[in-house]
Nanobody, 120 residues
Framework: QVQLVESGGGLVEAGGSLRLSCAAS????????SGWYRQAPGKQREFVAT???????DYADSVKGRFTISRDNAKNTVYLQMNSLKLEDTAVYYC??????????????WGQGTLVTVSS
């Protein structure tokens, strides 16, 4: 069984910073894509950032230049550094990891979510 444990969410003032972490444990191998998504109250879940094998990253336009996604392969952990936070960044943030099962099949796992609240 695979678990993703997220941490780092909380309450921060506008303009502040937070760093989210998502650690994968269990039987997932060859992680080739890790990402962050978010869901604000009353809205659909949306893409925030992703990092794939080789370190190639992609970001939603709304967070470009403010958020940075990174990965520590040795720790099976993906991070999201969030700077210059805005009120509209308030949401539950979910991490998503894609890799292989022990038998080599496709395996995608979602975290439980961590709440980020930005106050004025």
């Amino acid at each position: 069984q695979v678990q993703l444990v997220e941490s780092g969410g909380g309450l921060v003032e506008a303009g502040g910073s937070l760093r989210l972490s998502c650690a994968a444990s269990g039987s997932i191998f060859n992680i080739n894509r890790s990402g962050w998504y978010r869901q604000a109250p009353g809205k659909q879940r949306e893409f925030v950032a992703t990092i794939i094998s080789g370190g190639i990253t992609d970001y939603a336009d709304s967070v470009k230049g403010r958020f940075t996604i990174s990965r520590d392969n040795a720790k099976n952990t993906v991070y999201l550094q969030m700077n210059s936070l805005k009120l509209e960044d308030t949401a539950v943030y979910y991490c998503d990891v894609v890799g292989s099962s022990p038998l080599g099949g496709y395996l995608e796992v979602w975290g439980q979510g961590t709440l980020v609240t930005v106050s004025s």
